[in-house]
């Protein structure tokens, strides 16, 4: 067990485009049911609670959406609930979030970071790594992440080579690879390389030092704003990641293997991957009736949905909408959003 106390930060801003009809502005991603009945972000909470407490855990989102927010969580205390009243970047969010932990837990708290719109196959085994990163955050004194042992060469997701060997568990990180081309990540994957999730765990006082030492505007920002929230955001002037600002520069990055099917779930297609399918390889949410038709992808909000004699599709019916399409444009629905009027586009 970690003599420090833990604290977990979800990062649940943004809207989700690719995620259209369904999601809209006030309606993002992760509000949506689209693993269970309930909203990701309620999925995210349950099985982040065995891990810390509610009074040891903050939300992370855009201004706009704290009331949608509170009424997913409300076992979450007001001021845990962190808006940004604009977007600068995961650097500041999450030094931000640092900031406000070691005010009340002091610079030894553990902080692990995750995002509210992932799919988890094995719960357990998640919760475990995440215990893991914490307790080897705490050991090496180090910002540890915990890279996914890849199913397949993808191209829309980053790499992170391991280094060198620790006396734990972890290992240092020998580079960060961002979205190679198919070749390359075939080659990374072959020789063992991770994939990069996103999932941190640190020592807030370790991270706020790494922060001020490799991107100095953040630090000036939290020094001037104080408990200011909107003078701090206002004052980024140049959102960045936390991965290019801090992590690719910092000597004390370590990583860790985890596989417990996680998949950042980024198109409607991807669901194929992640949810229940019946015989032919169907995934249906609503009121779907199906004859001959297999390998599709079909959301209901509303009303009734028939597919007959077809394969591959995606098809999601809301708001008087009804998007049609194969897996493979679905995957990339910014185009047609972009040649959409705008009261079609964002119609609630």
Same mark, same amino acid.
């Given at each position: ?117 992932? %799919?988890?196959?094995? #719960?357990? $085994? !998640?919760?475990?790594?995440?215990? &893991? +990163? /914490?307790? =080897? *955050?705490?050991?090496?004194? @180090? ?25 734990? %568990?972890?290992?240092? #990180?020998? $580079? !960060?690879?961002?979205?190679?081309? &198919? +070749? /390359?990540? =075939? *080659?990374?994957?072959?020789? @063992? ?40 955001? /206002? ?114």
């Amino acid at each position: 067990m970690n003599a420090a106390p833990t604290w977990v930060v979800i990062l649940a801003g943004g809207i989700g485009s690719r995620f259209w009809p369904l999601s809209t502005p006030d309606r993002p991603k992760q509000f949506l049911p689209l693993l269970s009945d309930q909203p990701m972000l309620r999925d995210t909470i349950d099985r982040l609670l065995p891990v810390a407490p509610a009074s040891q855990m903050f939300v992370l989102t855009n201004a706009e959406l704290v009331a949608g927010v509170a009424r997913i969580a409300p076992e979450l205390a007001v001021d845990h609930i962190l808006a940004e009243p604009r977007p600068a970047g995961t650097t500041a969010a999450l030094a931000w979030a640092a900031s406000r932990i070691a005010k009340l837990g002091g610079r030894d708290a553990l902080m692990i970071s995750v995002h509210a719109d992932w %799919a988890i196959g094995d #719960v357990p $085994r !998640f919760q475990d790594a995440l215990r &893991l +990163a /914490a307790s =080897e *955050a705490a050991r090496t004194q @180090g910002l540890v992440t915990v890279g996914i042992v890849p199913t397949h060469p993808d191209t829309g997701l980053g790499y992170i080579e391991p280094g060198d060997a620790t006396t734990g %568990a972890a290992r240092r #990180v020998a $580079r !960060f690879v961002e979205k190679p081309q &198919l +070749a /390359a990540a =075939e *080659a990374l994957v072959a020789g @063992g390389a991770l994939w990069n999730s996103g999932i941190f765990a640190w020592p807030v006082g370790v991270f706020l030092d790494e922060v001020r030492a490799w991107c100095p505007a953040v630090s000036e920002s939290l020094d001037r704003a104080g408990d200011d929230a909107v003078a701090f955001f /206002a004052s980024v002037k140049d959102p960045v990641a936390v991965d290019v600002a801090v992590l690719e520069r910092s000597a004390r990055v370590f990583v860790l293997a985890g596989s417990f099917g996680w998949s950042d779930v980024g198109t409607w297609s991807a669901l194929r991957g992640v949810r229940a399918r019946d015989a032919d390889g169907n995934v249906t949410h609503g009121r779907v009736h199906l004859r001959e038709s297999a390998n599709n992808v079909v959301h209901a909000a509303g009303a009734d949905v028939v597919l007959y004699g077809v394969q591959g599709l995606v098809v999601v019916e809301c708001a008087g909408i009804v998007l049609v399409t194969t897996e493979e444009s679905a995957r990339n629905l910014k185009p047609l959003l972009e040649s959409l009027p705008s009261e079609l586009r964002e119609r609630r």
